[in-house]
């Protein structure tokens, strides 16, 4: 799959339903009648959307993990925990579970947000939040995220 691009503000009705904006419909149309799965963040109260080709993916890797070290199957109980699959019903709708609608303190107002391969579900607030955090300077974050990839022009100084 393609990265993904875009971000929506959407809504969840009371059923924990939420229809899939027009742009993911788009961006993932070969794809979308396989199913996708949903779980919880590992390091945000949001929820991660996957679509059953990538998590495939994700699971090749972790299933190498040797389950004969406690570390690792700590991880992976904790990893899975919530990981429900979900599909697309007749009007393009996902149903997400209580459970994680709980954990991710979701209300009415969503934000569904690209996140490379995948797409991350928060509360409008709790992103809102999260992407105006006074505590993280993002230019520092991006040139030590990104600042060693070998880019053309490295510590070039241009005139």
Known sequence: MNSLIGVYECNIDAKGRLLLPVAFKKQ???ILKKGFVVKRSVFHKCLELYSINEWNVLVKDISKLNRFKKKNVDFIRMFNAGVKPVDLDSSGRILVPKDLVTFAGI??????SAAVNMIEIWDKDCYEKAINDPSVD?????????GAMGNKGDDVDLP
Do not use: C, D
């Not at 209300?107 to 569904?112: A, E, G, L, R």
């Not at 993002?138 to 990104?146: I, T």
């Open 28 to 30: 993932l149309q070969t």
């Open 138 to 146: 993002f230019g520092s974050l991006a040139e030590e995220v990104m």
């Open 107 to 112: 209300s009415k107002n969503i934000v569904m």
